[in-house]
């Protein structure tokens, strides 16, 4: 089914304001994605099943729309250099300078729960039995329902796991009947799933010492990028790191200092 450039251009217009993603040269994408969706819920044009979207005050139909526009992969140990960095340097520096024992950690744009489930593994790795004495949460948010739902759950494929190191996968992961592992009930207690827009406001109570945002900022544009990474730097604690994707561009004047590629930190006030 194909969608009117009429339809295409105030989606487009709609999509970017509300949720960052570009969707300008993704027409095709549009159509393919939602093409089953619509006829499954009975309509037989985008026009209409459109204007029933825009006209839902709930905002249900716009967020279901959203889950089916999104492109969610992601993998375990994904850009390994962040994983390397968290455990040799974010967690030693932490644990040498948090007297109070707290930690914030914030993966952005989570999808289906590798990034911040990859986070809570080298958190118990590296801490061991010293975990029980720190208060740590890792928040995990992502517009996308649908990955929310599968993320709660961490059930992976076989397959899904390979990168993981063994011990790992025997430590973290049950074995399922049908052949598919989910994370254990402990590990996915350290990790809180939450639905945030990145183009709101960071309302979260506390500041963050960590806010992993990879492969998100991908979609977004130079200026939506600016204002989301000023708001990501008011969020984090001073001292406190920032992770983009390493195929994304910092803005020329981002307030955090690089530490090396997609590393970026707060520095402390008194510290070059
Ligand atoms: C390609 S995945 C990246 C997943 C993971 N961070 C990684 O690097 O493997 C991008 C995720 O960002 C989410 N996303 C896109 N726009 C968003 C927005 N405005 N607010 C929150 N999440 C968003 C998508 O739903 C998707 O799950």
Not at 237 to 247: D, P
């Amino acid at each position: 089914m194909t969608i009117s450039n009429e339809d295409f251009l105030r989606l487009a217009k709609i999509v970017k304001a509300k949720y960052g993603l570009n969707l300008f040269e993704k027409k095709y994408l549009v159509e393919s994605r939602l093409t089953n969706y619509v006829l499954d819920c009975g309509f037989d044009n985008f026009t209409e099943y459109l204007e029933t979207v825009y006209a839902d005050r709930s905002g249900i139909e716009m967020t279901n729309m959203i889950s089916r526009l999104t492109t969610n992969y992601t993998y375990f140990m994904r850009e390994s250099e962040h994983f390397l960095h968290f455990s040799d340097v974010f967690l030693p520096d932490a644990e040498k300078t948090k007297k109070e024992k707290e930690l914030r950690i914030w993966s952005a744009g989570c999808s289906y729960g590798n990034e911040p489930y990859n986070l809570a593994i080298c958190l118990n790795e590296y801490f061991g039995d010293r975990h029980r004495l720190w208060d740590s949460k890792i928040l995990a948010t992502d517009i996308s329902f649908n990955a929310l739902r599968m993320a709660k759950q961490g059930v992976y494929a076989e397959q899904a796991l390979q990168e993981l190191p063994l011990p790992w996968r025997e430590k973290y992961f049950n074995r399922n009947t049908n052949g598919t592992y989910q994370v254990t009930d402990e590990l996915r207690s350290n990790v809180v799933f939450k639905y945030h827009n990145l183009m709101d406001e960071i309302g979260f109570k506390k500041q963050f010492d960590l806010i992993v945002c990879r492969n998100v900022m991908i979609y977004f544009d130079e200026q939506t990028k600016a204002e989301l990474i000023n708001r990501f730097y008011d969020a984090t604690v001073e001292g406190g790191y920032l992770y983009i994707g390493h195929a994304e561009s910092a803005p020329k004047d981002i307030k955090y200092e690089m530490i090396q590629p997609a590393v970026y930190k707060k520095t402390m006030k008194g510290e070059n």
